[in-house]
């Protein structure tokens, strides 16, 4: 045997295993496949993806999480050289080093996993695991004021037939009555079929969406990293001061709610604030012109 023969024979050689589908565990599975290993990647939940896919921003920079995330899942899930093992934990290992034997359960699914979309909707309502204890109830319908069931049912029939339409039809309800009512929430489960707690992750989930009354004029003060270093704190502490609210609060008259967004997509106009979705550059010395602009067309209209 050469020398070269035995280097060769007694490097370790065959297949990878990677435990944890987080952003560590893909990102060394995608560096292990590109370089021509045999990876199998495995985790405990349902979907690749860990902590950093429930995340929003990333510090320091409050770049997108899902914007980084996103693609190394994709190809991950599309490289020839990973398998994917959800859902499954390691049972026992033996071998040594470079020679390894790993007994692994895969715990069974329920589902077809060609049509999978790792929502987890299977896990937190099965019906196996959790027995179902729905009551029965009466129709929310006859505790909806006239007026404002016509215009519930206005909404729904408007997206009658859309198997998808839970979000927008949510977003019409926000848009009319300016906030989502408990009444029209369990209105719309009931309706579409769909269970409430689903519709209250859907609502919780968005930030657009919510379930207090907001003022008629919804301001939006950008607190993200462009808008803060030119001034974007100094701007919302003079809207506070000027309506007399903190953010995330609605006047006693109902005309305004001060709310900060993490970025209004116009870092280069910064500092920004939006009213009713109209943007506006701004600093801390034009922001009374600007809410009085508001006021005054408040009272226009009462007179």
Request: glycine letters at 8%.
């Amino acid at each position: 045997m050469t020398v070269q023969e035995h280097e060769i024979k007694s490097k370790p050689v065959g297949s990878v295993l990677v435990l944890g589908g987080g952003i560590a565990g893909v990102q060394s599975a995608l560096d292990l496949a590109d370089s021509g290993f045999k990876v199998y990647l495995l985790d405990r939940s349902t979907s690749i993806g860990g902590v950093m896919a429930q995340l929003d921003k990333t510090f320091p920079t409050n770049d997108c999480s899902m914007c980084i995330l996103s693609p190394k899942l994709v190809e991950a899930g599309r490289h020839h050289n990973i398998e994917l093992l959800m859902n499954s934990e390691i049972k026992e290992v033996s071998g040594s080093a470079g020679d390894f034997q790993v007994e692994i359960l895969k715990h069974p699914r329920f589902v077809r996993e060609d049509r999978c979309t790792g929502c987890g909707e299977c896990a937190a309502n099965c019906l196996v695991r959790y027995e179902s204890q729905i009551p029965e109830t009466e129709s929310v319908r006859e505790q909806i004021q006239g007026s404002e069931l016509q215009k519930l049912d206005s909404i729904l029939k408007k997206h009658e037939g859309d198997p998808g339409a839970l979000i927008p039809v949510l977003q019409d309800i926000n848009d009319e009555f300016n906030y989502l009512p408990e009444d029209a929430l369990r209105y719309v489960a009931e309706i579409l079929n769909v269970p409430l707690s689903q519709v209250y992750n859907v609502v919780t989930f968005y930030t657009t969406f919510s379930l207090t009354p907001r003022g008629e004029h919804v301001i939006k003060v950008c607190q993200g990293t462009a808008c803060h270093v030119r001034g974007g704190a100094r701007v919302l502490s003079e809207i506070e001061r000027n309506l007399g609210i903190d953010a995330g609060e609605t006047t006693e008259d109902q005309k305004f709610t001060l709310e900060t967004v993490n970025c209004l997509g116009a870092c280069a106009l910064g500092p920004v604030v939006v009213i009713d979705k109209e943007y506006y550059p701004t600093t801390p010395a034009k922001i009374e012109k600007l809410l009085n602009k508001y006021k005054k067309s408040d009272e226009g209209e009462e007179t």
